[in-house]
């Protein structure tokens, strides 16, 4: 696979500064778009988002949101989970979504940003009868972590259960789980963090969902082991099946990890990266496996339009594009 085929542009941790937004049912600069210190998400975390990327193929012309409508309607049932009442179906949020693309102008990888949250300004720790507001925003970004090749540990942060904060929305305040184990972890040396469920199973990546391989067979944590049900872990289900590749969904054991054949990663952010080591334990040879390879390249053909198997997963942001 071509490198070119990975996100290219600006890092994760670079700030955010200009750019046009929808935010209070419009499109204004994202300078303009602020918040009180006051507001109820902010200092209580009740907020629900979503992470798309949208992909430029340059042969095209064309920028490609990739299962845009998907992560609308996981948005939507985040915001039913939190009692925030969004006031768009999720194909208008994804219309909205392709007019602050095109009105940006944006001609490389984007990662896009929508926020649903609880906006009025007030102490009481509650969710019903408080304000809601929307938002959505977009970037220019590369890789959020390496494709190739990560060195992960087993975080000793267990991963939230889902009867404590609600593990299947993509709750603004839980992610300080995901930030402590990923803090943890890379402050150590390691690339990225897998946690664990309360069970002692595993449960999921800080931010992304796991699969491992073993005998040819793709597998990977059941929704109810307290994980993200991902959009991008369905899409890898699509892949595998398409190529032959059975496909479990079972309790997976610590030390399943340390003896699988391959392991990767998979989600917006980190996309779909190989994994070469857990806890100072090579997996497998210690490089990224074939069959990772495998639907790694596909992956990377089918989010910029290269396979037309896949163009159901796109929607292309400027007229006249493939």
């Given at each position: 696979?071509?490198?070119?085929?990975?996100?290219?542009?600006?890092?994760?941790?670079?700030?955010?500064?200009?750019?046009?937004?929808?935010?209070?049912?419009?499109?204004?600069?994202?300078?303009?778009?602020?918040?009180g210190v006051a507001t109820h998400?902010?200092?209580?975390?009740?907020?629900?988002?979503?992470?798309?990327?949208?992909?430029?193929?340059?042969?095209?012309?064309?920028?490609?949101?990739?299962?845009?409508?998907?992560?609308?309607?996981?948005?939507?049932?985040?915001?039913?989970?939190?009692?925030?009442?969004?006031?768009?179906?999720?194909?208008?949020?994804?219309?909205?979504?392709?007019?602050?693309?095109?009105?940006?102008?944006?001609?490389?990888?984007?990662?896009?940003?929508?926020?649903?949250?609880?906006?009025?300004?007030?102490?009481?720790?509650?969710?019903?009868?408080?304000?809601?507001?929307?938002?959505?925003?977009?970037?220019?970004?590369?890789?959020?972590?390496?494709?190739?090749?990560?060195?992960?540990?087993?975080?000793?942060?267990?991963?939230?259960?889902?009867?404590?904060?609600?593990?299947?929305?993509?709750?603004?305040?839980?992610?300080?789980?995901?930030?402590?184990?990923?803090?943890?972890?890379?402050?150590?040396?390691?690339?990225?963090?897998?946690?664990?469920?309360?069970?002692?199973?595993?449960?999921?990546?800080?931010?992304?969902?796991?699969?491992?391989?073993?005998?040819?067979?793709?597998?990977?944590?059941?929704?109810?082991?307290?994980?993200?049900?991902?959009?991008?872990?369905?899409?890898?289900?699509?892949?595998?099946?398409?190529?032959?590749?059975?496909?479990?969904?079972?309790?997976?054991?610590?030390?399943?990890?340390?003896?699988?054949?391959?392991?990767?990663?998979?989600?917006?952010?980190?996309?779909?990266a190989g994994v070469v080591e857990?806890?100072?334990?090579?997996?497998?040879?210690?490089?990224?496996?074939?069959?990772?390879?495998?639907?790694?390249?596909?992956?990377?053909?089918?989010?910029?339009?290269?396979?037309?198997?896949?163009?159901?997963?796109?929607?292309?942001?400027?007229?006249?594009?493939?």
């Amino acid at each position: 696979m071509s490198n070119e085929s990975m996100a290219k542009g600006p890092s994760a941790r670079k700030e955010i500064e200009d750019g046009l937004c929808f935010f209070k049912g419009q499109i204004m600069p994202l300078a303009e778009a602020t918040v009180g210190v006051a507001t109820h998400a902010l200092n209580y975390g009740t907020g629900c988002f979503e992470g798309i990327r949208a992909y430029w193929n340059e042969d095209a012309g064309q920028l490609y949101i990739l299962k845009g409508l998907e992560h609308y309607q996981r948005l939507l049932r985040s915001a039913k989970i939190l009692k925030i009442s969004v006031p768009y179906s999720a194909q208008e949020l994804l219309e909205w979504t392709v007019k602050i693309l095109s009105l940006n102008g944006f001609r490389q990888d984007v990662y896009i940003r929508p926020l649903a949250f609880k906006a009025a300004q007030l102490i009481k720790v509650t969710l019903t009868g408080v304000r809601d507001d929307l938002a959505i925003f977009a970037v220019p970004m590369g890789d959020y972590v390496s494709t190739q090749g990560l060195k992960v540990t087993v975080s000793n942060w267990q991963r939230i259960a889902d009867n404590i904060i609600p593990s299947r929305a993509k709750v603004t305040g839980a992610y300080i789980n995901a930030a402590l184990a990923s803090d943890a972890a890379t402050a150590d040396g390691y690339d990225e963090a897998i946690m664990l469920g309360q069970d002692g199973q595993v449960a999921e990546a800080s931010s992304s969902n796991l699969f491992i391989v073993r005998d040819n067979k793709v597998i990977t944590s059941p929704v109810t082991a307290d994980i993200l049900e991902g959009i991008t872990r369905q899409a890898v289900f699509e892949l595998a099946h398409d190529i032959g590749l059975a496909t479990e969904e079972r309790a997976i054991d610590r030390t399943e990890l340390y003896v699988a054949d391959e392991v990767f990663l998979c989600g917006t952010g980190v996309q779909l990266a190989g994994v070469v080591e857990i806890d100072h334990r090579a997996i497998g040879d210690g490089t990224m496996g074939p069959l990772t390879r495998r639907l790694q390249s596909l992956y990377f053909d089918a989010v910029r339009g290269n396979d037309s198997r896949y163009r159901h997963w796109l929607t292309p942001v400027y007229g006249g594009g493939n």
